[in-house]
């Protein structure tokens, strides 16, 4: 049967977008459909969140030819400094003993998504913005998958719909995907943040019994603060003035980066672990946060969702020509499983282990940056799961 498209992707975001580049490379035909239009998201708070890249991504971006524009404003992170506030344990990973130049980037979302639209563009992938996924249904030979663009309905059939439209996927919704939710009851506390020090390619991750600070280097030699607390804290320091903010960070972050001040304004975003243990459907697949969002502590979110598109790409190029859908999703399905439960799984135990006032819990986390600091070759293999380089997941071949 004769269809529209060989693969619709609902949710033109970070994910998205970088699936339909990778596809872009291949002879298959495919539409992205996207609600936000380019000119909103460039400015909308979101955008601006730094987004921590591992070296494994830096790869997959450099596969896709949008590296090189992306690295025009990513800050190297070639140490990553870990540390728990009034305890002992401590530990650092570092880009040379790894031999790489950098263990990650930090980058604005904002500017991954302008390159991403630009590649697009000049690749002539079809987007349609600002449309909105209505409806679809799935019958033996085809999706068919009703839009609203531009107030108008549109139906479209392709052989597979992906679910890349984010936490509150309409797709995932439609579909009835199961989906697992664990609700922190925490928020991120998100600024720019000038220091002190001119120390400007170590990042640092400190942890306090409140939750978690991340400070991360951003351009123009300032640091980007994702700070976890509770809910009933956030709201309180989020209406704090800016010198009580400081102080209060201040005396949780300590001296690291010297003296601390507020160089923009404070975001909240609420913090929930959800995610899908089947990913996979007749004819439909979720990737990135439609699949699972995680806690931004790790800052593996991206990372993550960059390699469902990425191998999601190589098993369609390779496969979709001459095998069924349903069984080139099991391929997928079967290619991301260990990845994606490790990472969330990760992520959930740290921040379980980490926001914590129990006192055992607190022996065992000190232990463990020790042991981690004494013992080479386990922090070796620490600091490949951080650059996203353990196994095969970071490369990607499509054509
Ligand atoms: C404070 C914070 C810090 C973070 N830091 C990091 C980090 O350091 N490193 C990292 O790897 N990750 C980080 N993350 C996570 C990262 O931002 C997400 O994992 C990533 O944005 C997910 O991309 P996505 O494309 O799956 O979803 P989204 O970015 O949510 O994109 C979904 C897209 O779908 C569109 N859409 C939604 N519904 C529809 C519909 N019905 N029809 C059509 N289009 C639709 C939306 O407009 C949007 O463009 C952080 C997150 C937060 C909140």
């Known amino acids: 049967m004769q269809v529209d498209y060989d693969v619709i992707i609902i949710g033109g975001g970070l994910v998205g977008g ?16 996207e609600a936000s239009s380019f000119a909103e998201k460039q400015t909308d708070s979101a955008g601006q ?33 870990v540390s728990d506030k009034g305890h002992f344990g401590k530990t650092r990973l570092s880009a040379k003993a790894q031999q790489v130049d950098a263990l990650g980037y930090v980058v604005e979302a904002a500017k991954i998504e302008s390159v991403m639209a630009a590649r697009l563009t000049k690749a002539g992938v079809t987007i349609l913005c600002p449309a909105e996924l209505i409806d679809y249904q799935i019958d033996d030979s085809q999706a068919v ?3 609203n663009l531009d107030g108008e309905e549109r ?6 719909l992906v679910g890349a439209d984010g936490g509150l996927s309409k797709v995932r919704q439609l579909g009835q995907f199961e989906l697992k939710e664990y609700a922190y009851d925490q928020q991120a506390v998100t600024g720019l943040i000038k220091t002190e020090s001119a120390q400007c390619d170590v990042a640092y991750e400190r942890f306090t019994s409140e939750g978690p600070i991340a400070m991360l280097p951003h351009v123009g030699g300032q640091y980007s603060l994702v700070w976890t607390m509770s809910s009933d804290k956030a709201v309180q320091v989020k209406k704090l003035s800016e010198d009580a903010f400081i102080e209060r960070l201040q005396a949780r972050f300590g001296q690291w980066l010297g003296e601390l001040s507020l160089a923009g304004e404070r975001q909240v975003f609420p913090l929930n672990l959800q995610y899908v243990p089947n990913n996979t459907a007749a004819r439909v ?6 699949a699972h969002q995680l806690h931004p502590v790790a800052g593996q979110g991206f990372n993550l969702g960059l390699r469902d598109a ?12 001459n095998k069924g859908v349903d069984e080139v999703l099991e ?9 994606q439960q490790l990472v969330t799984g990760l992520t959930d135990n740290l921040i379980k282990l980490f926001s914590t006032d129990n006192a055992l819990l607190s022996v065992l986390r000190n232990s463990g940056l020790l042991i981690l600091d004494k013992l080479p070759m386990l922090k070796n293999q620490f600091a490949q799961q951080t650059m996203g380089l353990s196994s095969r997941f970071a490369r990607i071949k499509v054509n």
């Open 331 to 339: 391929i997928y399905a079967r290619r991301r499983k260990t990845d």
């Open 310 to 321: 990425a191998i999601l790409a190589d098993v369609l190029a390779h496969n979709l020509q």
């Open 49 to 81: 969140r730094a987004i921590a890249l591992s070296w494994g991504s830096r790869c997959i971006l450099e596969q896709l030819n949008s590296w090189q524009q992306i690295n025009e404003s990513a800050m190297p992170i070639r140490d990553i400094h």
């Open 285 to 290: 697949v979720l990737i990135g946060n439609a």
């Open 145 to 147: 998958v009703t839009v």
């Open 155 to 160: 139906t479209l059939c392709c052989h597979l």
């Open 18 to 33: 970088c699936l339909a580049l990778a596809l872009s490379q291949t002879p298959l035909r495919v539409v992205v459909v």
